[in-house]
């Protein structure tokens, strides 16, 4: 993969880099994305009967069920040379932001400390009801299990559609996109709003736009850089070619 010279010249110097990434950056992994034709989750379930609350409360046993399958698929699979790579550019650049539109945790499993989860965690639950976090339940037998606080229904700990993101996330997200003078898009469609923005802010404040995908997205036209490859191809391409000039020293840092 040639990275352009003049991308590489700009990370060289960078020192504030932004990267969101999106369901492409597992799809190595072995996660199925979610609009990719073939293997994608979505190609075999409508989304807007699993993923919104309305869904979940129609037939909160299906939804229940379809995320413990995909909790059990992300137990089983590992972190590519993609997510190492991000959690590599966290060691070299003073300040970079990961934030992900991902529930896997695979960033962090990849070694990435500070990552922003703005759509949740699928490891976790929650109560549909009263919203506590649940980390043990006794099991009766119901599915979706009941919370221990106030009986109601026990739903993952993600964001569906029509539902607000964790306004602390958002806002250092839009932050970061508004900050960096780099802005990586990774392995996502740039469909779902209001992750789909941070690319837009990021360019509105004069950073430069680097994509990473295989297909055109609607970020493509506006990017300053589009990478046409998969994410575990190209992230370890670009953190090859280039080595900043404001390092990071000490346990972790990248080798000379
Ligand atoms: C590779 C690769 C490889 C493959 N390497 N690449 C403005 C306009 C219109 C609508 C809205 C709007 N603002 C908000 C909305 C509504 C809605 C929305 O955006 N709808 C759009 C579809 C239009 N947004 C919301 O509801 C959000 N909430 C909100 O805005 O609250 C305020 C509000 C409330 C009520 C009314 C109005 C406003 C919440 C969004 C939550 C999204 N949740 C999900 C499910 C999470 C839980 C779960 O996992 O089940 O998050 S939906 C799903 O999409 C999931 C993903 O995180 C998200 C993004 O998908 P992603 O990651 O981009 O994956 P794919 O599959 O789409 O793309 C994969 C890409 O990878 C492809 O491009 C491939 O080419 C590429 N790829 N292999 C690199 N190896
Ligand atoms: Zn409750």
Known sequence: MDIPAT????????????ALTGAGVSAESGVPTFRD??????????????????????????????????????????????HYALAEMERRFPEFTLITQNVDGLHRRAGSRRVLELHGDITRSKCFVCGSSA???????????????????????????GEMLPERL????????ARCEVFFSIGTSS????????????????????????????????????????????????LASFRPETARSGAGAAPD
């Open 170 to 177: 958002l806002a250092a997200a839009m932050d970061a996109a």
């Open 135 to 161: 980390e043990a339940w006794t099991e009766k037998g119901e599915i979706p299990p009941r919370c221990p606080a106030c009986g109601g229904r026990l739903r993952p700990g993600v964001v569906w559609f």
């Open 7 to 18: 991308l590489i010249q700009v990370l060289r110097g960078a020192r504030r880099v932004a």
């Open 191 to 238: 469909l779902v709003y209001p992750a789909a923005a941070l690319p837009e802010v990021a360019l509105r404040a004069g950073a430069t736009v680097v994509e990473v995908n295989p297909s055109e997205t609607p970020l493509t036209p506006h990017a300053t850089y589009s990478l046409r490859g998969l994410a575990g191809v190209v992230l370890p391409a670009l």
């Open 37 to 82: 034709a073939q293997t994608g989750l979505w190609a075999r379930y409508d989304p807007h009967e699993l993923a919104t609350p309305e869904a979940f409360q129609r037939n909160p046993r299906l939804v229940w069920e379809w995320y413990a399958w995909r909790r059990e698929k992300v137990a089983g699979v590992e972190p590519n040379p993609g």
